[in-house]
Protein backbone atom coordinates (compact mmCIF):
# COMPACT_ATOMS: atom_id res chain seq x y z
CA UNK A 1 0.00 0.00 0.00
CA UNK A 2 1.33 3.41 -0.59
CA UNK A 3 -0.24 6.92 1.03
CA UNK A 4 0.85 10.06 -0.91
CA UNK A 5 -0.13 13.78 0.58
CA UNK A 6 0.46 16.64 -2.19
CA UNK A 7 0.94 19.78 -0.32
CA UNK A 8 2.07 23.18 -1.72
CA UNK A 9 -1.27 24.79 -3.66
CA UNK A 10 -2.36 28.47 -3.28
CA UNK A 11 -2.85 31.36 -5.34
CA UNK A 12 -0.43 32.59 -7.68
CA UNK A 13 -0.47 35.30 -10.85
CA UNK A 14 -0.59 34.41 -13.83
CA UNK A 15 3.60 34.43 -14.94
CA UNK A 16 4.37 33.12 -11.18
CA UNK A 17 5.59 29.96 -10.12
CA UNK A 18 4.52 27.75 -8.02
CA UNK A 19 6.13 24.32 -6.52
CA UNK A 20 4.03 20.99 -5.19
CA UNK A 21 5.26 18.36 -3.02
CA UNK A 22 3.89 14.82 -2.65
CA UNK A 23 5.35 13.00 0.10
CA UNK A 24 5.02 9.03 -0.77
CA UNK A 25 4.94 6.54 2.15
CA UNK A 26 4.91 2.38 2.05
CA UNK A 27 7.58 -0.03 1.73
CA UNK A 28 7.44 0.05 -2.33
CA UNK A 29 6.89 3.64 -3.29
CA UNK A 30 10.62 4.67 -4.35
CA UNK A 31 9.98 1.46 -6.76
CA UNK A 32 7.03 3.40 -8.80
CA UNK A 33 6.63 5.78 -11.18
CA UNK A 34 4.72 8.46 -10.08
CA UNK A 35 2.36 11.18 -11.99
CA UNK A 36 0.97 14.51 -11.53
CA UNK A 37 -2.19 14.86 -13.01
CA UNK A 38 -4.95 17.65 -12.56
CA UNK A 39 -8.93 18.29 -12.79
CA UNK A 40 -10.23 21.38 -13.28
CA UNK A 41 -14.05 22.28 -12.63
CA UNK A 42 -16.32 20.10 -15.32
CA UNK A 43 -13.43 18.91 -16.87
CA UNK A 44 -11.60 15.00 -16.79
CA UNK A 45 -8.74 14.47 -14.86
CA UNK A 46 -5.63 14.90 -17.39
CA UNK A 47 -1.85 13.84 -17.29
CA UNK A 48 0.54 16.66 -16.76
CA UNK A 49 3.64 14.90 -15.65
CA UNK A 50 5.64 11.72 -15.13
CA UNK A 51 8.46 10.35 -14.06
CA UNK A 52 10.13 6.92 -13.68
CA UNK A 53 11.34 5.15 -10.51
CA UNK A 54 14.48 6.25 -11.09
CA UNK A 55 13.80 9.27 -12.12
CA UNK A 56 15.73 8.76 -15.64
CA UNK A 57 12.97 9.65 -17.65
CA UNK A 58 10.03 11.70 -17.62
CA UNK A 59 7.00 12.80 -19.48
CA UNK A 60 4.90 16.64 -19.92
CA UNK A 61 2.11 17.24 -21.55
CA UNK A 62 2.09 19.24 -24.41
CA UNK A 63 0.10 21.80 -22.55
CA UNK A 64 2.78 22.15 -19.64
CA UNK A 65 6.21 21.27 -21.78
CA UNK A 66 8.85 23.67 -21.13
CA UNK A 67 6.99 25.24 -18.15
CA UNK A 68 6.49 22.31 -16.02
CA UNK A 69 9.61 19.84 -14.21
CA UNK A 70 8.71 17.02 -12.48
CA UNK A 71 11.65 15.49 -10.23
CA UNK A 72 11.59 12.87 -7.30
CA UNK A 73 14.13 12.86 -4.64
CA UNK A 74 13.92 8.81 -3.31
CA UNK A 75 15.85 9.26 -0.43
CA UNK A 76 13.33 11.45 1.26
CA UNK A 77 10.26 9.48 -0.67
CA UNK A 78 9.09 12.87 -2.55
CA UNK A 79 8.05 13.68 -6.09
CA UNK A 80 8.54 17.64 -7.17
CA UNK A 81 6.26 19.68 -9.45
CA UNK A 82 8.17 23.00 -10.05
CA UNK A 83 5.46 25.11 -12.11
CA UNK A 84 6.77 28.38 -13.94
CA UNK A 85 5.11 30.84 -16.42
CA UNK A 86 1.54 29.95 -15.03
CA UNK A 87 -1.54 30.55 -16.43
CA UNK A 88 -5.32 31.14 -16.02
CA UNK A 89 -5.73 27.46 -17.45
CA UNK A 90 -3.13 26.12 -15.32
CA UNK A 91 -6.27 26.34 -12.69
CA UNK A 92 -6.94 23.27 -11.19
CA UNK A 93 -6.83 20.81 -8.74
CA UNK A 94 -3.49 18.84 -8.78
CA UNK A 95 -2.86 15.34 -7.55
CA UNK A 96 0.17 12.77 -6.89
CA UNK A 97 -0.46 9.31 -8.18
CA UNK A 98 1.60 6.34 -8.14
CA UNK A 99 1.77 3.46 -10.92
CA UNK A 100 0.47 0.26 -9.87
CA UNK A 101 3.74 -1.54 -11.09
CA UNK A 102 7.12 -1.14 -9.55
CA UNK A 103 10.28 -1.10 -11.29
CA UNK A 104 8.64 0.00 -14.70
CA UNK A 105 11.38 2.41 -17.14
CA UNK A 106 8.63 3.72 -18.94
CA UNK A 107 5.81 6.46 -17.88
CA UNK A 108 2.48 6.18 -18.01
CA UNK A 109 -0.42 9.16 -18.99
CA UNK A 110 -3.21 7.11 -18.37
CA UNK A 111 -5.37 7.31 -14.76
CA UNK A 112 -5.73 3.96 -15.13
CA UNK A 113 -2.30 2.87 -14.75
CA UNK A 114 -1.80 4.34 -11.20
CA UNK A 115 -3.42 2.75 -8.52
CA UNK A 116 -2.49 4.66 -5.86
CA UNK A 117 -3.95 8.64 -5.00
CA UNK A 118 -3.41 11.75 -3.11
CA UNK A 119 -6.22 13.73 -1.73
CA UNK A 120 -4.97 16.75 -4.38
CA UNK A 121 -3.98 20.50 -3.92
CA UNK A 122 -5.35 23.53 -5.04
CA UNK A 123 -3.97 25.50 -7.49
CA UNK A 124 -5.38 28.86 -8.73
CA UNK A 125 -3.70 31.21 -11.32
CA UNK A 126 -5.60 34.17 -11.35
CA UNK A 127 -5.09 36.84 -14.30
Known amino acids: QVQLVESGGGLVQAGGSRRLSCAASGRTSSSRAMGWFRQAPGKEREFVAGINWSGGSTRYADSVKGRFTISRDNAKNTVYLQMNSLKPEDTAIYYC????????????????????WGQGTQVTVSS
Open 97 to 116: AADARVHITAVATSIYDYDF
